[in-house]
């Protein structure tokens, strides 16, 4: 009886890389379209927040809005491309603000359970830019963590953790050393966007196996 042939196992395409800093108004934009974007594919996205201001100081750019004449038209685009993606959006004040108890809830809570942290991620973004609540106060973050199931008191107690603090400078380092300068930034299959105005062209990029 002859041997029967082996049988091919399929691999798993790489998982999307997407970037993003939870005070970034177009990363937010994006994280409410990319893993719909990405199952149109039969891709999975893998979330990283990382923060903006290592990158900045790295490739010397600054906060949209703080940049002449730049940030008189971002406040005016941020609502029109909110409405033309129909998703809700309010230009949240304090802004920009720190994200560093965000971050680390979030890669705390990836590694027990990556689609808790995407919840809570998309939580943190709905506070921050559609309720306008201050997401930089370590007792918000607890808060919204706490509505997902949470314990608070473990949260808080892991946020003050230097080993979390720690884990999420090496996140940031990573990033850099990827070449991401910017939210969101978005990497597939090795090939880099930058930007909420970039997803048609990696809906497109996904459809045909690039170009």
């Given at each position: ?5 082996p ?18 108004p ?37 906060p ?14 941020l609502?029109?491309?909110a ?11 304090p ?78 380092a ?38």
């Amino acid at each position: 009886m002859p041997t029967p042939a082996p049988t091919k196992t399929s691999i798993a395409p790489a998982p999307i890389d997407f970037y993003f800093d939870f005070s970034s108004p177009y990363g937010y934009l994006a994280a409410t379209q990319i893993d719909a974007l990405a199952a149109r594919h039969g891709r999975e996205v893998a979330w990283h927040p990382i923060l903006l201001g290592p990158a900045f100081k790295a490739s010397g750019n600054a906060p949209l809005v703080a940049q002449p004449l730049k940030g008189t038209y971002v406040l005016r685009d941020l609502p029109r491309t909110a409405q033309y993606m129909n998703v809700p959006f309010n230009m949240p004040t304090p802004f920009p603000i720190s994200t560093h108890h965000a971050a680390r809830a979030f890669y705390w809570l990836n590694d027990r359970d990556p689609g808790q942290a995407k919840s809570l991620a998309s939580a943190l973004f709905k506070t921050y830019f559609v309720d306008g609540r201050d997401i930089s106060a370590l007792e918000v973050v607890v808060e919204i963590a706490a509505t997902l199931g949470v314990d608070p008191d473990e949260i808080a107690t892991v946020l003050a953790d230097p080993v979390i603090k720690e884990r999420l400078k090496s996140e940031v380092a990573a990033s850099l050393a990827r070449g991401v300068f910017g939210a969101p930034y978005i990497v597939v299959d090795g090939e880099a966007f930058w930007g909420s105005d970039r997803l048609e062209q990696i809906d497109a990029w996904l459809k045909t196996g690039g170009w």
